[in-house]
């Protein structure tokens, strides 16, 4: 998990919309990523240039849309953004989710009115999270 809902788990007093996440683009990761949008009967849309990576799922009766990205503003390799990111608890389930200082270097990268309007924010969260 990266954006805005990962910073929002590390601290950062943030709300959005979407839940964002990146992903290897592999054929069994798409295949993957249909069974989930059957499974949650949403669509999965892509908004914006085919080569942008991203696949927006969709279910407007329930408010649901998740972003899946194959690439994100900011950061070099999905490796290196899940090594860096940790384990949250979900009950007996877990997620991968993004540290907040790759949270803000792809805010950052995006440079989109939205993403800056949050850096500092995000920024003062991590330094007091640094200073304890």
Do not use: C, W
């Not at 942008?52 to 503003?73: A, E």
């Not at 939205?114 to 330094?127: I, N, Q, S, W, Y």
């Amino acid at each position: 998990m990266a954006g805005n809902a990962a910073a929002a788990l590390r601290g950062a007093p943030v709300t959005t919309l979407d839940i964002d996440f990146m992903f290897p683009k592999t054929p069994a990761n798409l295949n993957k990523l249909k069974a989930v949008a059957r499974d949650l009967q949403a669509s999965i849309l892509q908004p914006y240039y085919a080569a942008y990576g991203l696949y927006r799922m969709i279910n407007d009766d329930q408010g649901l849309q998740l972003d899946f990205m194959t690439r994100l503003h900011g950061i070099r390799s999905f490796e290196g953004l899940r090594a860096r990111a940790s384990r949250v608890e979900f009950g007996e389930h877990s997620l991968l989710v993004a540290s907040l200082q790759d949270v803000i270097a792809s805010k950052r990268a995006a440079g989109r009115q939205r993403d800056l309007a949050v850096l500092d924010v995000l920024e003062m969260t991590l330094e007091e999270q640094q200073a304890q």
